[in-house]
């Protein structure tokens, strides 16, 4: 069980190549903007199709150009929450939530907006628009529509980024929870090095449409595979927490 990519894409000159998999846990992408983490998530949610490869999730076949399977996008198992969320802003919270379970039957979808609406801390605020809630209530609201029909995959494109330290980590254990919730594989891409750090059960490094190296954290953060990486995950070249210290030190450079 869990999720296998193996894709080739090539887009306006840049080339992506990457291939790998993870059980039920939570793996973080991880690099530089501009690396492929994010056409990687537009790849296995089917809004953007590789052009040679395969994408598999807890052993349904959802790509798979040699044998010519493109499943659609409405219909893989996969809740995604965007940068930007994307929430509808002409509709109430419950509303957006209640637009995730599209396809359900209604009385199903009704009780699973119930439980959405409880699960997120969401109850009072069903006839707001999202202008009219706090930015972690955004992140909530987006995070139910996600996962109203218990999909077999989460995907979140730095979902936390705008928010500030305070409300990131009311979101980090909100993202605990749902995993002891949801036992399904969890990508979660971050440009935060302490959030990678404190989330992951597994990294994935990018570069230039590459993968150059896969662990846990302490094996990324202790034993960079390359400058390159330990370049990548040098403390002062990223934002991170005030005040929080970080919980490994990284490797000196090789000479």
């Known amino acids: 069980?869990?999720?296998?990519?193996?894709?080739?894409?090539?887009?306006?000159?840049?080339?992506?190549?990457?291939?790998?998999?993870?059980?039920?846990?939570?793996?973080?992408?991880?690099?530089?903007?501009?690396?492929?983490?994010?056409m990687t998530l537009q790849a296995i949610s089917g809004l953007m199709e590789p052009d040679e490869g395969t994408i598999r999730i807890n052993n349904t076949v959802y790509f798979d150009s040699a044998a010519k399977?493109?499943?659609?996008?409405q219909l893989r198992s996969c809740g995604y929450v965007f940068q930007d969320l994307a929430l509808f802003p002409h509709m109430t919270v419950k509303d957006n939530i209640r637009y995730g379970?599209?396809?359900?039957?209604?009385?199903?979808?009704?009780?699973?907006l119930i439980k959405m609406m409880s699960a997120f801390r969401l109850n009072g605020l069903e006839?707001?628009?999202?202008?009219?809630?706090?930015?972690?209530?955004?992140?909530r609201v987006a995070l139910a529509r996600a996962l109203i029909r218990r999909p077999g995959l989460l995907l979140l494109d730095e979902p936390f980024s705008a928010l500030d330290n305070q409300v990131r980590a009311e979101m980090r254990k909100i993202l605990r929870d749902i995993r002891r919730?949801?036992?399904?594989?969890?990508?979660l891409v971050t440009h935060d090095l302490f959030e990678a750090n404190a989330m992951a059960d597994r990294i994935i490094i990018y570069s230039g449409g590459?993968?150059?190296?896969t662990g846990v954290p302490s094996e990324i953060f202790h034993s960079p595979a390359s400058p390159d990486v330990e370049a990548l995950i040098n403390p002062s070249g990223f934002t991170r927490p005030s005040g929080?210290?970080?919980?490994?030190?990284?490797s000196p450079a090789s000479s």
């Open 244 to 250: 929080v210290a970080l919980s490994f030190q990284p």
């Open 1 to 38: 069980m869990g999720l296998s990519v193996s894709l080739k894409k090539k887009v306006n000159g840049f080339f992506l190549e990457v291939e790998w998999e993870i059980g039920d846990e939570l793996a973080v992408l991880f690099g530089h903007s501009g690396a492929g983490k994010s």
């Open 127 to 139: 006839n707001r628009l999202p202008s009219e809630i706090s930015g972690g209530q955004k992140q």
């Open 210 to 213: 590459r993968i150059v190296q």
């Open 69 to 73: 399977i493109n499943v659609p996008a």
């Open 101 to 112: 379970a599209s396809g359900l039957e209604k009385s199903e979808r009704e009780e699973a």
């Open 181 to 187: 919730e949801f036992t399904i594989p969890v990508i």
